[in-house]
């Protein structure tokens, strides 16, 4: 089988075989939850309940006018505590409900869809997305209903799921695509319908040889053509653009989206959550994660409720080997790492990750041995721009095309001097981005 | 428990490669060819500078960090590899002072005047062969050696001293390009390594095989090498010469593998690398050709090192820009 993937890149140590032969566990309902009032890349929430209510799982408890925002379910039934300041996994700390569980098992569902989605006007199914709550569950949260409002002038030709899962350690997708391979096809026709793509693909590495093979004969079925795509296991191959790449072979262009060359791309995650949605009318109210890193006791992929707190999780599986001493949200190639164990898990929560050791390198100047202009996927000088960055030229960073680093890390993963140029790039990309707005200088 | 977490950017995922370790990895490459040196003059004649030659850039090294009151740097290996490559490049049997000038010309003038490691601009160890050919050309061009193996045209060499012999290209220059191929086998025997050239530079075979090393670790790219072969292959064609001998002779396959593909002093970006490459070729025959050093490896690549911040401009095909 040929395997498909885009030129540059690395390849690491995955990391992978700690959990991905481990089913998907239901962690309990905790005490409580906490739900940030931001948990996707857009508008944040105004929420709709008060100090003292009582809402049921299910129940919508937050939404914004504004088009990129998604609303907020309550994940199990109780009585709210407090909208309150609360320590967020990416923003330090943001509003949030704090939602005690009171026990019973009260709830609200949606009516499913009927079978024949192919029926179904897109404009519903869009509406449909928007009330469910959907994002990005492969971690960047963009709300799926605005993925699948394509302009009028952009068509749709292709729709690719991506089960890439290029981050080491997280195997969640795996999961997923290996035990809820029905609701994700059925999610997939939803959003195919939706953004009235004509062919499907779904993108898998090739180290998920067993998802392919299961996958394979399953979309034979579905109502449109589908191919299922082995993917050669290779960094950034789950980014959108190098999926688009290795996939189709077109390139989105600088500061576009995949939209702009036809495509629509979301994760395999939101597919099987929306695909159960229309079989059963829960909205995004849980999600699956990994919890792995050499420091946990109990590792695995679970199925949890969001706004679930870290120190529950942890104290689900049974605590630590050793004291942690760090802790990242996501994978290691892209996760942030977390200052306390008070925080919730969030739509955009992929995993959490225990280790024992900080994992640094020794930083000596550069050395310009090159590994970074030949490993970066984007093409860019990462050796350049962090350098442009050091010293706050960013308007030359910006004209070395600086806003087109895609931050997946693999410069300052290949880097021998362990210069930190991930943190420099985004810090040049946010001023950049700041001069911008202020117009100019 | 929580005031312990660590707090950082990403990555949080490291390669296990560091500048040490590429470091060493390049003494390793570096010691066939050295270790055939050795055997080729004896341990007097060839051991004896290349020793020195790695002292003296190291211990200049560290003279400068403690001078400047900089951070001591010997640590990363760098000065280690800059006194392997000078020694190599030195005529064996040559005064013991050369290679300690030499490191010292290398690592002051060459690399810590310019802020130390990765700050060059000019190959440090090609700095210190600079000054030495230029101050003193006599003793770099004289072989002082009789090897076991002597080129067959030795009766050619300077007659006045009965322990000098001659290397291919001094031959050229002195004697006319044709002289040189009254030796039999003369490719064969440069190829291997049994013709008297400087310590580390006589036979291209191990030191591909060590440039061979240097790729399997993911250490260099083939690029450079290809393209400065392709340059000196290009001027020979044009003078008329047999290319093969021009790549076996005198320093160029060490200059393509080990001296043009230093990283501080060659470019970043994959069509300056190509341009940069065959610049150092072709400079590297023309000098040979027409010019009046014998040898053009030293002068060709530091001639394009000066290019480099010009080089490293051209960069490469954007990212979702299809070219037109």
Known sequence: MKLRTFPQGVFLPHHKEDTAHLPIVRVPLPQGVVLPLIQHTGAPLKPLVKKGDGVKRGQKIA???????APLHAPLSGKVTGIEEWAHPTLGKFQAVVIENDGSSEEMRYDPLPEDIERLDPESLR?????????????AAFPTHVKLSPPKDKPIDSFILNGAECEPYLTCDHRVM???????????????RACGAKKAYIGIEDNKRDCIDHLAPLVRDLPFPTEVVPLRTKYPQGSEKHLILAILGREVPPGGLPLDVGVVVNNVQTAAALGRMAKEGIPLIERVITLSGDCLKKRGNFEVPLGMLLEDLA????GFITPPRKIIMGGPMTGITQATLAVPVIKGTSGFLFFSRPLAKREYPCIRCGRCVAHCPMRLLPYLLGR???EGLFAEAEANRVLDCIECGSCAYVCPAG????HLLKLAKFEVMRRRKRGGK | MEERLVVSSPPHMKSAVTVPWIMQQVVFALLPAAIWGVVFFGVRWAL???VLSVLACVGFEALDCILFRRPLTIGDWSAVVTGMLLGLSLPPGCPFWIPIVGGGVAILLGKQMFGGIGQNVFNPALVGRAVLLVSWPKIMATWYVRPPFALGVTSYATPVDVVTSATPLGIVKAYGYTSVWETPNLLFR??????????????ALLLLLGFAYLLFRGIVQWDIPLFYALGLVAVAVVARQNPLFHLFAGGAIMGACFMATDYTTSPMTPKGRLIFAFGAGALTGIIRWLGGYPEGVTFGILTMNALVPLLDRILPQRFGVKKV
């Open chain 1, 388 to 390: 442009l960055a050091e």
């Open chain 1, 63 to 69: 939404d914004a006018e504004a088009f990129v925002a």
């Open chain 1, 419 to 422: 210069i930190a140029l991930v």
């Open chain 1, 127 to 139: 509406l449909f997305v928007r009330e469910g709550g959907f994002v990005g569950l492969g971690g």
């Open chain 2, 190 to 203: 440069l190829f291997v390594g049994l013709v008297p050239g400087c310590i580390g530079e006589i036979s």
């Open chain 1, 178 to 192: 290996l035990e809820r391979a029905e609701d994700m096809l059925l999610g997939l026709r939803i959003m195919v």
């Open chain 2, 48 to 50: 004896l500078p290349l």
């Open chain 1, 315 to 318: 104290a689900f599986c049974e």
